[in-house]
């Protein structure tokens, strides 16, 4: 489904954009997503829309089938990227599973602030931005997907999350589709 509206209350959530990341050999190349990325803290910031920016630094507890990697996490590798400039005013929120919504208080943040609707962007498309996606579509948020505003190391989960779970869960659009709606809301 094309990109439609923004309701007046629309966060951005921005997942997992950090330095420990920058470097991981993507299906698109990172700096396109930090650039788009950045244009849409930027557009939202402008609008005095709440900025949500994600850093994991764990997994969820519980045996898988994969192994896991290292415990230890090296140093500086959870600090956010210096090109996302955070503010004062934005929500930040770290993780230690998948999405940013379980165990965290975002899902509370949001809805003291009355957003009814996120847009999504950042690393990774099948695991971090899917799973904040699903539960941001489960708590009751209208979903947005800016697609070149993100990448994953699977190609093969970045397309299957694009073609078959994320128009379920909500839009799709491109970055310029987003900063479009943003735009007719000031004019």
Avoid at 30 to 56: T, W, Y
Wanted: glycine residues 6%.
């Amino acid at each position: 489904m094309p990109l439609t509206i923004l309701d007046p209350q629309t966060a951005l959530i921005v997942v997992d954009l950090q330095k420990g990341l920058r470097d991981i050999p993507s299906l698109h190349p990172m700096a396109g997503v930090i650039d788009h990325s950045c244009q849409l803290i930027e557009a939202f910031r402008k609008q005095k829309l709440p900025v949500v920016l994600v850093n994991v630094t764990g997994t969820a507890p519980g045996r898988t089938e994969e192994p896991r990697r290292r415990r230890e996490l090296p140093a500086g590798f959870s600090e956010l990227m210096n090109e996302l400039h955070p503010q004062p005013n934005d929500i930040l929120i770290t993780k230690r599973t998948w999405g940013a919504f379980a165990s965290t208080d975002l899902e509370a943040q949001l809805k003291a602030k009355s957003v009814t609707q996120v847009v999504l962007a950042g690393v990774a498309t099948g695991t971090g931005v899917e799973a904040t996606a699903r539960q941001a579509y489960e708590a009751g948020f209208n979903v947005t997907l800016a697609v070149d505003a993100m990448t994953d190391v699977r190609p093969e989960a970045h397309e299957y999350s694009l073609r078959h779970v994320f128009p379920r869960l909500g839009e799709t659009g491109s970055t310029q589709d987003v900063l479009d709606l943003l735009a007719k809301r000031s004019a």
